[in-house]
């Protein structure tokens, strides 16, 4: 049904930018129509961590490690949730996920971002 995937990672230095990408397939509905969408992250032996979260309204959650420069936002036309980072730190390295909510929660797969010199 639902399918979420992500792109646009990589391998950058720190403070260069990189714009992720969550594609929304297999629906048939606009990405507005989701009560909620969010990115996570997830280092090597760490947790699952919230980057941002955006509420069908447009409300938007940053992590405070993302406040000031991670910004997210939706194309309807593409169906497309982005996440647009910059100044990134090594620290920033992680597996990124999008998901999002309506009536089940939905994950996608994970695009890999590392930061390092």
């Known amino acids: 049904q639902v399918q979420l995937v992500e792109s646009g990672g990589g391998s950058v230095q720190p403070g260069e930018s990189l714009r992720l990408s969550c594609a929304v397939s297999?629906?048939?509905?606009?990405?507005?129509?989701?009560?909620?969408m969010a990115w996570y992250r997830q280092a090597p032996g760490n947790q699952r961590e919230l980057v941002v979260s955006?509420?069908?309204?447009?409300?938007?959650d940053y992590a405070d490690f993302a406040k000031g420069r991670f910004t997210i936002s939706r194309d309807s036309a593409n169906n497309t949730l982005y996440l647009q980072m910059n100044s990134l730190k090594p620290e920033d390295t992680a597996v990124y996920y999008c998901?999002?909510?309506?009536?089940?929660?939905?994950w996608g797969q994970g695009t890999q971002v590392t930061v390092s010199s």
């Open positions: 998901s999002a909510w309506r009536e089940e929660g939905y």
């Open positions: 297999g629906s048939d509905f606009n990405i507005f129509n989701f009560f909620g």
């Open positions: 955006i509420t069908q309204k447009g409300t938007t």
